[in-house]
């Protein structure tokens, strides 16, 4: 084999394993429980998350439309989570968010990130921080 | 008379509605279901217009006043079932040409043609009027089978 040959080749291979790499890089990390999940909130987050945080925020009134009601998470939730809520602007009933009373809550991180992300800015007009994300969770699944 | 003439349609097009397949979109359908169908009555993919479900799917972020993004693949499942069985695409269409074609780009399956003609001889009162029922948009209210997708007139009652 000519020396071209083999540097042929070996840029090929070059070539190919750095395609391999960006192809590995894509799929981003995903959490597959709470705790994965709070992990992954917590490397972009300042402070250790505190169920304390969690409950000063959940009750925090915001206003992302001016002129219309403010909004909080527990205006729908209920504060007390052991509650069913009650949707402020469509009526729907809304199971309790407590796991130790709906074993269903916090099981599924895909659909915690989905609701996150639709609730932060429906109630804030913003998506949340990872702070007030992990603060959040931390309230709901230490509640009692 | 008019209405029995309604009524009569309204049973060839829910019954054509039924029998017709879904074609090639059964993920798209779950991920509908359980998405959508989440929230409210999964509305059948026929009772709009592809431009309709378009229109709607294109603001997720603001949907009838709250946040319903989904995630992309969502998205794209639920957007290729949805016009793919919307009503441009139905038998109904193919069979009665433009009789139930909606003007406009309607948002709501209460504005559309159809839905009129079927619900007019519905009085306010027992619907917006109704504490128990409250609006058009809650067809589970008086349709039992409306979470499966069965809107004929036997499984139609209005609570009191």
New interface residues.
């Given amino acids: 084999m000519t020396k071209n040959k083999l540097s042929a080749i070996a840029r090929a291979t070059l070539l190919a394993a750095a395609f391999m790499s960006t192809l590995a890089v894509v799929p981003a990390a995903r959490a597959s429980n709470l705790d994965d999940l709070l992990q992954l909130y917590q490397q972009s987050a300042g402070r250790p998350f505190s169920a304390e945080n969690g409950k000063a925020f959940w009750t925090t009134k915001h206003t992302p439309v001016a002129g219309e009601p403010s909004r909080s998470c527990a205006d729908c939730h209920s504060a007390n989570l052991d509650n069913t809520g009650k949707?402020i602007?469509?009526?729907?009933p809304i199971k309790p968010m407590a796991p130790a009373v709906n074993p269903e809550r916090l099981t599924d991180t895909?659909k915690m990130e989905?609701w996150l992300?639709?609730?932060c800015?429906?109630v804030l007009g913003r998506e949340c921080t990872a702070q007030e994300k992990g603060d959040v969770l931390t309230f709901i699944k230490n509640f009692k | 008379m008019k209405y029995r003439s309604l009524a009569s349609l309204a049973a060839v097009f829910l019954f054509t509605c039924s029998v017709q397949s879904f074609a090639g979109t059964a993920s798209g359908k779950k991920v509908y279901q359980s998405e959508c169908g989440a929230c409210h009555v999964p509305y059948p993919a026929v009772f709009l217009s592809t431009a309709s479900w378009n229109a709607i799917l294109d603001h997720l972020d603001k949907h009838f006043g709250d946040n319903a993004e989904l995630a992309p693949g969502d998205l794209a499942s639920i957007k290729t079932f949805l016009q793919s069985n919307s009503y441009d695409n139905s038998n109904i269409k193919k069979r009665y040409g433009n009789r139930f074609d909606t003007p406009g780009t309607p948002l709501r399956v209460s504005e559309t043609r159809f839905f009129k003609a079927v619900h007019g001889e519905v009085p306010e009162r027992l619907v917006t009027g109704n504490p128990k029922v409250k609006s058009f948009a809650r067809c589970g209210a008086c349709h039992s089978g409306a979470q499966q997708g069965f809107y004929d007139e036997e499984g139609v009652r209005i609570p009191r």
């Fill in positions: 949707h602007r469509t009526g729907k895909r989905k992300l639709r609730n800015k429906w």
